[in-house]
């Protein structure tokens, strides 16, 4: 496929966020101009991460303290994609969570009802505030055989000076203490992530493209979901790397911006 025909089938960009639209929160090369001229070309712009440590309203503060938000655009994350699940598979149904405070209230506002003494069910988020009480008290409701979920698979998170460990290091530590590996992971590239998504886009999958840096989530969930896969390499994917992949984009480009000259 080529960048312009593209542009041409697209209607919806699910825009993976680190490492393609932005790096370490500097906006890779001229990528608020670019994202402006896509919408000005009538796409419509989602915002689609793993990352499961900020709300969807943090998300739009970051976006727009960096400039790249712009009217329309919706932000939709791991622990959107696991509270939809929950509501769907788990109706009514109490939950651990080990998210940031401010995650788990916005489970709360989405109608998960959280409890700390005998849940139904656990979620494994990204808490970037986790505490050794908090693993061993989550630790002994997964012995307790409680379902388990997991809102993403990513083992690490980029990071500097190194990058830090994120949700899928968890779950190793998890199965390690008790035995036990997530009964659903919701993120990037399950579909679990896609069944919430489509409802909220009205259109079809030939028309919707995931742009992002990393070959085994963003092209694995493109491909697995019917999407036009879009890698970019200005994040962690090197040409040599996305050659040897059995994970296969639709169309590689350097970055984003690649775009704007077409548009
Ligand atoms: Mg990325």
Same mark, same amino acid.
């Given at each position: ?105 916005? *489970? ?29 008290? *989550?630790?002994? *409701?997964?012995?307790?055989?409680? *379902? ?116």
């Amino acid at each position: 496929m080529t960048a312009s025909e593209l542009l041409e089938k697209t209607k919806v960009f699910l825009l993976d966020m680190d490492g393609t639209l932005y790096v370490d929160d500097a906006p890779i090369g001229r990528m608020k101009e670019t994202l402006a001229a896509l919408r000005r070309a009538g796409k419509k712009l989602v915002y689609c991460t793993n990352n499961s440590s900020k709300t969807p309203e943090e998300y739009v503060r970051k976006l727009e303290k960096i400039g790249l938000w712009g009217d329309g655009d919706m932000v939709y994350t791991s622990a959107i994609a696991a509270a939809e699940y929950l509501k769907r598979h788990h109706a009514g149904k109490s939950a651990y969570i080990l998210a940031t405070d401010e995650v788990r209230a916005d *489970f709360a506002a989405r109608g998960i009802p959280l409890d700390e003494e005998n849940p139904d069910v656990c979620l494994l988020a990204y808490d970037t505030t986790l505490t050794f009480p908090k693993m061993k008290k *989550f630790n002994e *409701f997964l012995a307790a055989g409680k *379902f388990y979920a997991a809102t993403h698979p990513d083992a690490v998170c980029p990071a500097l000076p190194v990058s830090a460990p994120d949700v899928g290091s968890f779950i190793e530590l998890f199965r390690v203490s008790s035995g036990r590996v997530p009964d659903v992971i919701c993120g990037k590239p399950y579909s679990v992530m896609v069944e919430a998504l489509g409802g909220l886009l009205g259109v079809g999958k030939e028309e919707i493209a995931m742009v992002g840096d990393r070959l085994h989530t963003d092209i694995r969930f493109a491909n697995l979901n019917g999407f036009c896969g879009v890698l970019v390499l200005s994040g962690e994917t090197t040409a040599e790397a996305a050659a040897s992949s059995a994970d296969r984009p639709d169309l590689i480009l350097q970055s984003l911006n690649d775009l704007a000259s077409l548009l």
